[in-house]
T-cell receptor, first 114, second 115 residues
Framework: DTAVSQTPKYLVTQMGNDKSIKCEQNLGHDTMYWYKQDSKKFLKIMFSYNNKELIINETVPNRFSPKSPDKAHLNLHINSLELGDSAVYFC?????????????FGPGTRLTVT | AQTVTQSQPEMSVQEAETVTLSCTYDTSESDYYLFWYKQPPSRQMILVIRQEAYKQQNATENRFSVNFQKAAKSFSLKISDSQLGDAAMYFCAYSRGGSQGNLIFGKGTKLSVKP
């Protein structure tokens, strides 16, 4: 059983399109995250949700909108895709917010914008 | 602002030998946590070890141990008896304490293990 799963694993699309990445966790965790890893492997948090409420929102363009329909899911929707959005996007979850709780990462979604 | 610096973009170690990966951080917080994550070629991020700043004792997990020098703001990872499966990107990360604390990562060190 995969603890944190993401779909799709690979996504190739053209500039200007709108796309979504889905994330699901079956660990019963309350907190979920989205991270972006750029081409130089630099990993940075984008959003964090706790019990379906947004608690961390780093400086991310408005074109990125997370949605949490329930505690087990955190989807990432991206409007008007740009070349610079090409990256690997990781979803993660933890029992609660903050560093006391270990974060479990999904396998990542490699987004390529052409 | 908190920052995490990994000064070694790449490191190499012979199988069964010991290697140390460096990490320094900058913070004015007193309550914080430090982490080492491993990212193998499969891309999966895996927590290797965690250190609470208030604990003086260095954390250890089997072959992995840290040297936490709080005054120097240094947090190095020592891998003993290196194995081929240890080959990966290693990321040092910082988080301030509290529910708003989020992980701030260094740029990573790529570790190669030679047979």
């Amino acid at each position: 059983d995969t603890a944190v799963s993401q779909t799709p694993k690979y996504l190739v699309t053209q500039m200007g399109n709108d796309k979504s990445i889905k994330c699901e966790q079956n660990l019963g965790h309350d907190t979920m995250y989205w991270y972006k890893q750029d081409s130089k492997k630099f990993l940075k948090i984008m959003f964090s949700y706790n019990n379906k409420e947004l608690i961390i929102n780093e400086t991310v363009p408005n074109r990125f909108s997370p949605k949490s329909p329930d505690k087990a899911h955190l989807n990432l929707h991206i409007n008007s895709l740009e070349l610079g959005d090409s990256a690997v996007y990781f979803c993660a979850s933890s029992q609660g917010p903050g560093p006391l709780y270990e974060q479990y990462f999904g396998p990542g979604t490699r987004l390529t914008v052409t | 602002a908190q920052t995490v610096t990994q000064s070694q973009p790449e490191m190499s170690v012979q199988e069964a030998e010991t290697v140390t990966l460096s990490c320094t951080y900058d913070t004015s917080e007193s309550d914080y946590y430090l982490f080492w994550y491993k990212q193998p070629p499969s891309r999966q991020m895996i927590l290797v070890i965690r250190q609470e700043a208030y604990k003086q004792q260095n954390a250890t997990e089997n072959r992995f141990s840290v040297n936490f020098q709080k005054a120097a703001k240094s947090f190095s990872l020592k891998i003993s008896d290196s194995q081929l499966g240890d080959a990966a990107m290693y990321f040092c990360a910082y988080s301030r304490g509290g529910s708003q604390g989020n992980l701030i990562f260094g740029k990573g060190t790529k570790l190669s293990v030679k047979p």
